[in-house]
């Protein structure tokens, strides 16, 4: 026999990994449990902020008409062919600068590490949401208008119970590439 394994059937790995220190002797400490939580506080905060976000935006370019539409409708596409992990450097460079100057947005952050999540799923999710939005038809808009309804109002009571499963679809995706 070249190696020889040490035979050991413990609970001894489970305790290193919930408490988080290594060695008793150590003072090497990896708070696995802590950092899991991290992992699920950043992940829920931007799938849920990007869902509001995207379906307001998405709306928005689907039901109305304005100047720059089109070349906004463009400059999320395009956004779409360059890999996130090509501005990986930019966005370190900009985290580092924007943290000397308001410390809270800087690199170590959650809040840093959150608004770079959102610039990166925002114009995938918007897309998306917004072919959604297509295929309701203007008919269903128009009759509540009639009835009286508001803008804000044919948004929250008509358009948003018909949006559930692009919703369910655009929080899940966001929750998985953010927790990756």
Do not use: C
Request: no cysteine.
């Amino acid at each position: 026999l070249l190696y020889e394994y040490e035979r050991r059937f413990t609970l001894q790995n489970y305790l290193f990994f919930f408490s988080g220190k290594i060695n008793q002797n150590s003072d090497m400490r990896y708070p696995i449990f802590r950092w899991f939580l991290n992992s699920l506080f950043i992940a829920t905060t931007v799938s849920l902020v990007q869902a509001v976000v995207v379906v307001l935006a998405a709306y928005v370019i689907s039901r109305f008409r304005f100047f720059g539409r089109r070349a906004g409708m463009l400059i999320i596409l395009t956004l779409q062919i360059f890999p996130s992990a090509m501005s990986m450097v930019a966005l370190f460079l900009l985290l580092t600068w924007i943290g000397r100057v308001f410390p809270p947005l800087g690199i170590d952050r959650k809040i840093g590490l959150i608004l770079v999540y959102l610039g990166i799923g925002i114009p995938l999710n918007i897309w998306i949401a917004k072919g959604y939005f297509d295929t309701i038809p203007r008919s269903i808009e128009e009759s509540a208008i009639i009835d009286g309804a508001t803008g804000w109002q044919v948004f929250v009571h008509i358009f948003v119970p018909l949006l559930r499963p692009v919703i369910a679809v655009l929080i899940i995706l966001s929750f998985v590439a953010a927790y990756n």
